[in-house]
């Protein structure tokens, strides 16, 4: 049975130390929140699921309303963790970390921990949406560590890092199966 999974990075959200789980889109992310909507208006999704993060929910909430569903919140999809990096800058820290699957800085959650987290979540939806379409709200990190488990030559650190925010990546499963990704997203002329 055929499922499409829209995986939809957040857009632009302004960092705030402290703030992971509330902080919301920037006036940029608001506005691309609209093309998210405009993009896949047209689309037939029927069941809308997000990160608890504020962020990536406002990121489809502009879809879910135009489609009037609502959006379930999955715990297991947040964002991972990534830790005290120490000097490190966050791509150097990032980089690392998918570098070593294992590599857990203080504080954080490893590679292939977040992995194996996010993959648990993905296949409780494959089983329960079975053939059905649906819009996911998410993070570059996750998404790409998902995709991972299906390809990891092609979903590593250089996939996360070419990832935009926002973002759309349409998927299409037989069963548990990945069969094919697209990007959707359109970049800004």
């Known amino acids: 049975m055929r499922t499409i999974i829209y995986f939809i990075r957040h857009a632009e959200s302004l960092y705030a130390e402290g703030q992971e ?3 919301g889109l920037s006036e940029r992310g608001m506005g691309d929140a609209l093309r998210v909507r405009t993009i896949l208006q047209n689309e037939s999704v029927d069941v ?7 962020r990536a929910v406002q990121t489809i909430k502009p879809l879910a309303d135009a489609m009037c569903k609502d959006i379930i919140i999955v715990e297991d999809l947040r964002e991972r963790t990534i830790g005290d990096i120490g000097g490190l800058s966050f791509p150097a820290a990032k980089q690392r970390v998918y570098q070593d699957f294992h590599l857990a800085f203080a504080e954080g959650e490893s ?3 977040a992995r194996t987290r996010g993959v648990q979540a993905l296949e409780r939806l494959l089983e329960e949406y079975a053939g059905m379409n649906l819009a996911l709200g998410t993070h570059g990190d996750i998404m790409t560590l998902m995709l991972n488990h299906f390809d990891p030559q092609q979903y590593n650190y250089e996939f996360w890092k070419s990832a935009s925010m926002p973002d759309i990546y349409k998927t299409e499963f037989d069963g548990k199966q990945l069969l094919s990704v697209v990007r959707a997203w359109e970049q800004r002329p």
């Open 21 to 23: 789980r509330s902080r």
């Open 111 to 113: 590679s292939a921990a």
């Open 48 to 54: 809308f699921v997000s990160s608890p993060y504020e």
